[in-house]
């Protein structure tokens, strides 16, 4: 091909990114400029021009998807040849070859699941745990492998990293991870992360080795940078050796694995790296109207990236609308649905995002009524979560048995035979997901008891049932339900940003800045998978007739117009902002403190019928937490301790205190 004919169709800024062929450089992609198209024609100019010969080409990306797309790009592109592979892929066909002529045996069987050595090495130090629990130590497992986390170093380094395993300690993890590798070294095994540490291992300490593959490869391009872990960055310097022909792309706005090791860090500190590196922006949007662009920029305001340039037709306006419960929301969202594809929007290109897999049952019910198709990304739906189903089959054999009582605590009985509880579990992970499924059912309990007072068991999975198969109404060729997390890399022509309230999104467990700005980016990634039509929604309550104290997520504040009905941006707003700073500032051990505070007063509050301020403040909690008195005397000093609460509540405070 005739290099001048790939240039032809790139928009100024992607022209330079295609024509700037030697490294180091660094491409800031914002969402929907035209990323992948900008590498590939680089790619492709460079083996047009004969600068690149394509087998010395290494193409890396994040997903098998987006790797198997970029290589047929460039074969379209005539530039066959090219290596296109995620980190994983291209470190195990080097492990592969050069693991017999390092160590002269065959190379390790890789399992492809962790939990049969997990279940192992959870016996042998003493505990137990289900699936869930065993799929938050995989996870926890893969992070301090990819951050390079010695099994004797873990405590201390998840309590910098503000991580929790529910159910166990950090002394406790910190073994389990030592069992771990125990396990999988007696069996002759390795797992996905291994194959990175086994091929950064030879490289680093193989000269003959190291120089066969720099030989191999000279250029090296790696998409979505923003998401690569500590790991992969070492792999990747392993594979230059010293050389700068690197091309990296991503978007830090788009950074939302955190959780899995990734850091904004490695891509806005390339230039730190590599001072002589040329920096090059995409900011024209191809994605999405103007009026979704406006929305996307003022998520983060002004800053250090320029802003992105809507290049697509006008559309509608953003909506941003208010509900007053989630029963309300979903039916609302449903019927716009209908309305859309009434309009000739096939149900394809609908999505439904939010932020937790509990919160997709809702809109599976409303969808289901309505007979309207969906499919879920990333999880199951909710009746065919495994804790659920198995939560219905025993509520179904304790409504036989004709147990008598209330039905919340009926239904709080069976569901505790499953470890369930009422508190919420630390941390984030599967234990939190599987405790959300079983709370929501706790919930509709409770709606239902509320609604009917003679209402009991029999009831209740009578109406299980009606709304297990309501929501039955998944099909391929339908709306999309997902999480904001599973939604990234994708687009819509409709997207739906529901539940954008106060303590979703944010998420609860965000309590450090670095946490809210990590959710900050998970709207944005949301916001910006719409082309043509955006709404954004929240409920002021979770069910009908519920008290109304929601309010509209933070990252709404630039948004809402001036006179939206839900513009709030109170005193009552900023005094939450200085109370979380407060928070997040205290101790760890203080943290807790006053996180068992307010469990113990949530518990005094439902027990006496009362609001819960009215046993003790936040403020008087805080100052609990802090002072942490050790005694009567020191507990009436605290602000907010008058004698009548220090009569009734010190015996139980000062025990929390002094747990």
């Given at each position: ?10 928009d100024p800024e992607q022209r330079e990114v295609a024509t700037t062929l030697r490294g180091p450089v660094c491409v800031v992609a914002g969402a929907g400029t035209g990323k992948t198209r ?294 609302a969202i449903a019927d716009e649905i209908a309305q859309l594809h009434d309009d000739g929007v096939p149900y394809r290109e609908i999505a439904v995002l939010y932020r937790i897999n509990a ?74 997901d599987r405790w959300e499924s079983l709370h929501a059912i706790v919930s509709m309990a409770a709606d239902l008891a509320e609604s009917d007072a003679s209402a009991d068991l029999t009831m ?200």
């Amino acid at each position: 091909m005739i290099p001048d004919d790939l240039l032809q169709r790139l928009d100024p800024e992607q022209r330079e990114v295609a024509t700037t062929l030697r490294g180091p450089v660094c491409v800031v992609a914002g969402a929907g400029t035209g990323k992948t198209r900008a590498i590939t024609h680089r790619i492709a100019y460079g083996v047009a021009t004969g600068l690149y010969r394509p087998q010395e080409v290494l193409a890396v990306t994040y997903t098998r998807r987006a790797a198997g797309e970029m290589g047929e790009r460039l074969r379209q592109l005539e530039a066959p040849g090219v290596q296109t592979r995620t980190f994983h892929s291209a470190a195990l066909r080097q492990a592969r070859y050069f693991w017999p002529q390092v160590y002269g045996s065959e190379f390790p069987e890789v399992v492809q699941s962790k939990f049969a050595l997990v279940g192992e090495a959870l016996r042998r130090v003493g505990e137990r745990g289900d699936t869930a629990l065993m799929r938050d130590l995989s996870a926890e497992i893969e992070w301090s492998k990819v951050s390079n986390v010695r099994a004797a170093d873990y405590p201390q380094a998840a309590a910098r990293a503000h991580r929790e395993v529910a159910g166990m300690t950090p002394a406790d993890v910190s073994a389990l991870l030592a069992a771990y590798e125990d396990v999988k070294r007696e069996r002759g095994r390795i797992d996905m992360e291994d194959i990175l540490l086994i091929t950064a291992a030879i490289l680093a300490d193989d000269e003959r080795v190291a120089a066969q593959v720099r030989r191999q490869y000279r250029w090296f391009v790696v998409d979505e940078f923003q998401d690569v872990n500590p790991l992969q960055s070492t792999l990747l310097d392993l594979w230059l050796g010293g050389r700068d022909d690197v091309c990296v792309v991503g978007d830090p706005r788009q950074t939302i694995y955190s959780f899995a090791g990734a850091s904004p860090r490695l891509l806005t500190d390339f230039t730190r790296k590599f001072p002589e590196a040329e920096r090059l922006e995409l900011v024209r949007n191809y994605r999405s109207t103007p009026q979704v662009v406006a929305v996307a920029n003022a998520v983060f305001g002004r800053g250090n990236i320029a802003p992105l340039q809507a290049q697509a037709a006008p559309g509608d306006p953003v909506t941003y609308v208010g509900h007053p419960d989630e029963v309300a929301e979903a039916a609302a969202i449903a019927d716009e649905i209908a309305q859309l594809h009434d309009d000739g929007v096939p149900y394809r290109e609908i999505a439904v995002l939010y932020r937790i897999n509990a919160q997709s049952e809702t809109f599976e019910e409303a969808l289901g009524e309505r007979g309207i198709p969906y499919t879920l990304r990333g999880g199951e739906g909710f009746f065919q979560r495994a804790e659920v189903r198995q939560a219905v089959t025993l509520l179904r054999g304790a409504a036989r048995a004709g147990q008598d009582g209330a039905l919340v605590e009926e239904v709080r009985a069976v569901l505790a035979s499953m470890g369930h509880t009422d508190e919420a579990p630390a941390g984030a992970g599967a234990v939190r997901d599987r405790w959300e499924s079983l709370h929501a059912i706790v919930s509709m309990a409770a709606d239902l008891a509320e609604s009917d007072a003679s209402a009991d068991l029999t009831m209740l999975v009578a109406d299980l049932d009606r709304r297990s198969q309501s929501a039955h109404a998944p099909a391929a060729d339908g709306v999309t339900l997902a999480t904001l997390h599973s939604a990234k890399g994708l687009e819509w022509d409709a997207v739906f940003c529901a539940g954008m309230h106060e303590g979703m999104v944010p998420y609860v467990q965000a309590d450090t800045p670095e946490a809210v700005e990590e959710e900050r980016r998970l709207f944005y990634v949301g916001v910006t998978r719409a082309r043509q039509v955006l709404v954004i929604s929240w409920s002021a309550a979770r069910k009908p007739g519920g008290r109304g104290q929601r309010k509209p997520s933070r990252f709404l504040d630039p948004l809402l117009p001036a006179d939206h009905p839900s513009r709030q941006v109170s005193s009552k707003r900023t005094a939450r902002k200085r109370q979380a700073s407060v928070v997040a500032a205290l101790p760890p051990e203080d943290r807790a403190l006053f996180e068992r505070l307010k469990t113990w007063r949530l518990q005094q509050a439902t027990d006496t019928g009362k609001p819960a301020y009215t046993v003790f403040n936040d403020a008087t909690l805080l100052a609990i937490a802090a002072s942490r008195p050790s005694d009567s005397s020191a507990l009436a000093d605290v602000p907010g301790v008058g004698p009548a609460k220090l009569e009734r509540y010190a015996d139980e405070v000062l025990a929390l205190v002094n747990n």
